[in-house]
């Protein structure tokens, strides 16, 4: 199973889970166990990621059925050229019944030719002739009539035979065009999961010992608690740099989608894609919004300082058709230094909303009870006028707050392998989970 085919059935776990997405946020604030009938479901075998030899195991295979593939599509292209050539079994057969064919042909023609003449020759007899020259014309007539019958007779034995041949071949030409057809999908099938095997291969083991989940980088994450189709909503994304040393290259990924609504069935084969909201972003060095997408997946922040931050707008715009229901955006970092060093921070951030259908109305808000707490921070207001924000070699010595922006709908006992899945996901046919590392050095 290909390793974004697990994350995908990862999110389908978790965002059908009612207590992971589908409660609101002071059902995930308390801290008793869940009821056995929210708990998340028990992780399938097939959810598993592959161990390291599991994936060699993965191309090895796939090696096998591609050579396999490869050798029986030769033999199907042989099978084809085979039938063209003039000594093949069924290719003889079609000449031979041709011939006896075009020869039966020959002589119910000379048959017919005699026929009428032996006819022509009775006709022509005198008034005066004998008896004797009467009957040798009508025996003559009847003879040619038996030769006629029988020409005709063999000519119809001869096209049927000449007709049972050539659907002999045309049938066997057929088949092996259908055969070599088969054998051709299968080696383009047997070489892109040749492909994706070894692609899974090589992202295990670039993803292996060499980069792993720290908290180097925080993202916190803010927005607002509703939102409607069709319109665009903003959000506010704060990347700190919690490490004791500069960063050389930090890239942000930030997504998000609808949630799952019941009675929407899902499958490891489901395309997430329909759930996914479109996200842009932009900052105080990047005024114009840019759609996360394939060509541009990440935000790159570039070199950030020890203690400095990088402020972010994300603008999401659910589309107008879709139904009320719960939303999600989520976001993740990766880094990498120019000394071969770099770290991920999967479990990232997250905040929940309600999404309203296209000219629905916000339910109005409940008075909240007074409450003794400490107040999150307020969200970041994004990079204008901040002297703490750096990209691309700049620094900043001042930290930033050590607590975390308000994530509407939801906190951090959220399950992270949903949230990082669900995030990638809910890219589409771009999804990103495992790092695509660049060279810091040709970034900074």
């Not at 500069?246 to 499958?267: F, K, M, T, W």
Request: with cysteine; proline share 5%; glycine share 6%.
């Amino acid at each position: 199973m290909k390793i974004r085919r697990i994350l995908a059935t990862a999110v389908a776990a978790a965002v059908t889970t009612p207590v992971v997405f589908l409660s609101a946020a002071p059902a995930f604030a308390d801290t008793k166990p869940s009821p056995a009938a929210t708990q998340k479901p028990a992780q399938n075998e097939d959810d598993k990621p592959p161990t390291l030899d599991e994936l060699k195991a993965a191309v090895a295979l796939a090696q096998k059925e591609y050579d396999d593939a490869v050798v029986a599509l030769a033999g199907a292209k042989a099978a084809v050229d085979a039938l063209e050539k003039a000594d093949h079994l069924l290719r003889a057969a079609v000449t031979a019944a041709q011939k006896k064919a075009e020869e039966a042909a020959a002589a119910k023609t000379a048959a017919d030719t005699a026929l009428t003449e032996a006819e022509q020759t009775q006709k022509d007899l005198p008034v005066d002739a004998t008896p004797e020259q009467k009957q040798a014309a009508a025996d003559a007539v009847e003879a040619a009539k038996g030769k006629a019958e029988e020409a005709a007779a063999a000519k119809t034995t001869a096209d049927t035979a000449l007709s049972a041949a050539s659907k002999d071949l045309a049938d066997a030409s057929v088949a092996a065009s259908q055969a070599l057809h088969r054998a051709e999908v299968a080696k383009e099938e047997a070489s892109q999961n040749l492909d994706d095997a070894k692609e899974d291969l090589a992202s295990y083991e670039d993803m292996e010992g060499a980069c792993e989940s720290d908290d180097a980088v925080r993202i916190d994450l803010s927005g607002p608690e509703t939102i409607t189709a069709g319109q665009p909503a903003v959000f506010s994304m704060r990347v700190t740099n919690t490490s004791d040393r500069a960063l050389d290259l930090v890239d942000v990924y930030a997504n998000a989608s609808r949630i799952i609504l019941p009675g929407e069935e899902i499958d490891e084969d489901t395309d997430f894609t329909k759930w996914s909201i479109p996200v842009e972003w932009s900052s105080a060095d990047v005024l114009e919004w840019t759609q996360v997408s394939d060509e541009f997946e990440s935000i790159e922040v570039g070199k950030l300082a020890k203690g400095a931050h990088y402020d972010v707008k994300l603008r999401l715009t659910a589309a107008a058709d879709s139904p009320a229901g719960r939303g999600m955006a989520f976001a993740y970092a990766e880094y990498e230094n120019n000394d071969g060093t770099c770290g991920m921070a999967l479990d990232g951030a997250h905040a929940g909303f309600d999404i309203l259908a296209k000219g629905d109305k916000p339910k109005p808000t409940p008075t909240p009870s007074p409450s003794t707490s400490t107040p999150a921070p307020a969200p970041s207001t994004g990079n204008t006028g901040n002297t703490n924000t750096t990209q691309q070699g700049g620094s900043s010595s001042t930290p930033v707050n050590n607590g975390t922006l308000a994530a509407t709908g939801a906190n951090d006992v959220l399950p992270q392998l949903g949230l990082a899945a669900a995030g990638a996901v809910a890219l589409g046919a771009g999804a990103v989970f495992v790092a695509r590392r660049r060279k810091a050095g040709t970034q900074a």
